[in-house]
């Protein structure tokens, strides 16, 4: 694919990519005053039809990350998700791809500031395969990088200028021949890997951070915790200490890219068997099967690019 002629959404239309651009001085590239979102689209072929996976969702949550940066986006949910029906379908997608929405204060000028500065949005979408490549689990390590805490940067909103603190924790990691970083917060506490969310299963029960560990209240975790509460799993939110990780049955990472993926060994130290767990392998056929739109139960969580489009259109 060639990115320069692919289609996206700027400047309130559809246009090529390579006609979209922003000026050197523009405060978002400068700040990292913007917020976004990761969006996963599933191709399936026997059906011909790409699922969006949890569209009002994301955008649900880009209005609020974006009210949180004085910014306000100029598409209800509802609009923003035909917009990504719709651009998807232009650019005549037939494999997985990544939607990403973007808001960011727009001004050329030199000043840091949220008000009075304008924004700009914009979506562009890719053609995406797999975030890790760890069909034998990730490699991780506890950071010396420190998650962001609530007072310093909102720990709950996707703000780019904010992923400077994933991006130093997953580099330090793959340095020193990890595949993968966790973070701790303030505290100490376990709080989530370098761009995705961390689960533990230990003697049956699932665990993951609380919120108050400046967790991203991700989608796909959510997700996944409905999921295995369907499956009577006992869940519990909660602190999590850096030696619970080493003593877990199983440990998995969950996210928009990431999907589901277990972690096989922490600190040089393995987890369970250094294997997928029975819970883990369970949750990630389940997550397979709400993607792909193969489960009535959850399909409401996923939009049909081609389908919907034909049916706006008769």
Request: proline residues 4%; charged residues 25%; glycine residues 8%.
């Amino acid at each position: 694919m060639d990115i320069n002629e692919s289609i996206v959404f700027a400047e309130g239309d559809f246009r090529r990519y390579g006609d979209a651009r922003v000026g050197l001085l523009t405060h978002g590239l400068n700040y990292g005053t913007g917020c976004f979102e990761g969006i996963r689209g599933y191709w399936q072929p026997e059906e011909r039809e790409l699922y969006l996976l949890q569209l009002r969702e994301h955008f649900e949550r880009l209005h609020l990350s974006a009210r949180i940066l004085m910014m306000k986006l100029p598409y209800s949910v509802d609009e923003l998700s035909e917009l990504t029906v719709e651009l998807c379908a232009r650019n005549g997608f037939q494999e997985n791809v990544y939607v990403r929405p973007l808001i960011y204060k727009a001004a050329e000028d030199v000043g840091v500031r949220l008000s009075g500065v304008p924004d700009a949005f914009a979506i562009a979408a890719i053609p995406f395969t797999k975030y890790f490549d760890a069909e034998n689990g990730l490699r991780t390590c506890v950071s010396s990088w420190r998650r962001i805490d609530d007072t310093m940067a909102p720990a709950r909103a996707k703000i780019t200028g904010a992923y400077i603190n994933s991006a130093l924790a997953k580099s330090e990691a793959q340095l020193n021949g990890f595949d993968e970083a966790i973070l701790l917060s303030h505290d100490g506490h376990v709080s989530e890997g370098s761009a995705a969310n961390l689960f533990l299963v230990r003697r049956g029960t699932l665990f993951t951070p609380d919120a108050t560990q400046n967790v991203l209240e991700g989608i796909t975790r959510r997700t996944v915790l409905t999921l295995a509460r369907d499956l009577g799993v006992p869940i519990v939110e909660r602190g999590i200490d850096r030696s619970e990780l080493y003593v877990a049955d199983e440990l998995f990472f969950t996210g928009t890219a990431a999907g589901i993926t277990f972690v096989n060994s922490v600190d040089h130290r393995v987890i369970g068997a250094g294997t997928i767990g029975p819970l883990t392998r369970e949750l990630t056929a389940q997550f397979a099967r709400v993607t792909s739109g193969r489960d009535p139960k959850y399909r409401n969580l996923v939009t049909p690019t081609y389908g919907k489009r034909n049916a706006g259109a008769a």
